[in-house]
C-alpha cells in the first residue's frame, strides 16, 4: 500500500529534549516536506527537499532541522524544543515537487511543556 | 505575493445543500490550484485540481470553478452530506521548490 508513514503520533515532551520525528514514503517520491498546522494559521512548510541531500527552507524553518541521506526518510529534528513548537506536524511526499498530488502522513501531534 | 487566501473559515450548511468555500491568489505564475480534504486525527487528502487553461471541473458531487481574470477559485459541493464535514484547504503551486501554499483551511459541518 502507497503510503507515508510517521513516527511517533503522539508524543509530550520537555522544554530543550531533543527529539526526532521520523517520516517514510514507499512510493520512490523526489520531493518530500514537513508542515506543521495550528488553528487558525493552516498548513505551513517547515523545510523541503527536492532530492537525497537536497534539502531547503521552507516558511517557518526556525528552531527545525532535516537530512535527506535517503530518498525514502525525511526526519524533523527539534534539537532544542519550545513550547512554541507545540502543533501538529505532517509531512508529505509527491513524485515531484510541481503540479502533482501531495500524499500526506497521519500526523505527529507534539506537546512541549 | 506568495499568499493564498480562503473564506469563510467556517461553514454550517444542512444536508442536501451546496457548500461554497473561496479562495484567492496575487502570483500569476501559480499554475496548480488542488483542494484538500481532511478529516479529524487524519492527514489531508487531495480532494480535487484545476489549472488555469480551464474554467470549471467537476468530480462527482465535487466542482471547482476558476476565474483567472479576478485571480479566484472556488470549491462547490453539491448535496452536501455529513460525511463531508471536514476541514478543506485550497492551495497554489509555489515557488522555487516549495510545492503548495496553502490557505488557512474551512471547517464545514453538514448537519442532518
Known amino acids: 500500500e502507497a503510503q507515508v508513514t510517521q513516527n511517533p503520533r503522539y508524543l509530550i515532551t520537555v522544554t530543550g529534549k531533543k527529539l526526532t520525528v521520523t517520516c517514510s514514503q514507499n512510493?520512490?517520491?523526489?520531493?518530500m516536506s514537513w508542515y506543521r498546522q495550528d488553528p487558525g494559521l493552516g498548513l505551513r512548510q517547515i523545510y523541503y527537499s527536492m532530492n537525497v541531500e537536497v534539502t531547503d527552507k521552507g516558511d517557518v524553518p526556525e528552531g527545525y532541522k532535516v537530512s535527506r541521506k535517503e530518498k525514502r526518510n525525511f526526519p524533523l529534528i527539534l534539537e532544542s524544543p519550545s513550547p512554541n513548537q507545540t502543533s501538529l506536524y505532517f509531512c508529505?511526499?509527491?513524485?515531484?515537487?510541481?503540479?502533482?498530488?501531495?500524499?500526506f502522513g497521519q500526523g505527529t501531534r507534539l506537546t512541549v511543556v | 505575493q506568495q499568499q493564498v487566501k480562503q473564506s469563510p473559515q467556517s461553514l454550517i450548511v444542512q444536508k442536501g445543500g451546496i457548500s461554497i468555500i473561496n479562495c484567492a491568489y496575487e502570483?500569476?505564475?501559480?499554475?496548480?490550484f488542488p483542494w484538500y480534504q481532511q478529516f479529524p486525527g487524519k492527514g489531508p487528502a487531495l480532494l480535487i485540481a484545476i489549472r488555469p487553461d480551464v474554467s470549471e471541473k467537476k468530480e462527482g458531487r465535487f466542482t471547482i470553478s476558476f476565474n483567472k481574470s479576478a485571480k479566484q477559485f472556488s470549491l462547490h459541493i453539491m448535496d452536501s452530506q455529513p460525511g463531508d464535514s471536514a476541514t478543506y484547504f485550497c492551495?497554489?503551486?509555489?515557488?522555487?521548490?516549495?510545492?503548495?501554499?496553502f490557505g488557512k483551511g474551512t471547517t464545514l459541518s453538514v448537519s442532518s
Open positions: 502570483n500569476t505564475a501559480f499554475d496548480y
Open positions: 492551495a497554489a503551486n509555489g515557488q522555487a521548490g516549495t510545492a503548495l501554499i
Open positions: 508529505a511526499s509527491s513524485f515531484r515537487w510541481r503540479n502533482t498530488e501531495a500524499f
Open positions: 512510493m520512490n517520491h523526489e520531493y
